[in-house]
């Protein structure tokens, strides 16, 4: 995941749009598709602002008695 955000940050310096040139060369930069990396990120990104955060997630468990 880190290693195609990376190559997707650093496609901008070349690219400052999100057409097919740029994700060619996303996709150069990764060694490979990242269609699966996009993904996990659509899937799974949101929960990402919750880290380190104070906030339960809906699917946590309640916190402890006393703790």
Do not use: K, Q
């Not at 901008?12 to 060619?24: K, S």
């Not at 996709?27 to 996009?38: H, K, S, T, V, W």
């Amino acid at each position: 995941m880190l290693s195609a955000t990376v190559a997707h940050e650093v496609a901008h310096l070349r690219h400052m749009d999100h057409g097919p040139a740029f994700h060619a060369f996303v996709a150069e930069l990764f060694g490979g598709d990242p269609a699966p990396e996009r993904a996990w990120l659509r899937a799974n990104g949101a929960a990402l602002y919750n880290i380190g955060s104070s906030a339960r997630m809906a699917d946590d468990p309640p916190p402890s008695p006393g703790g």
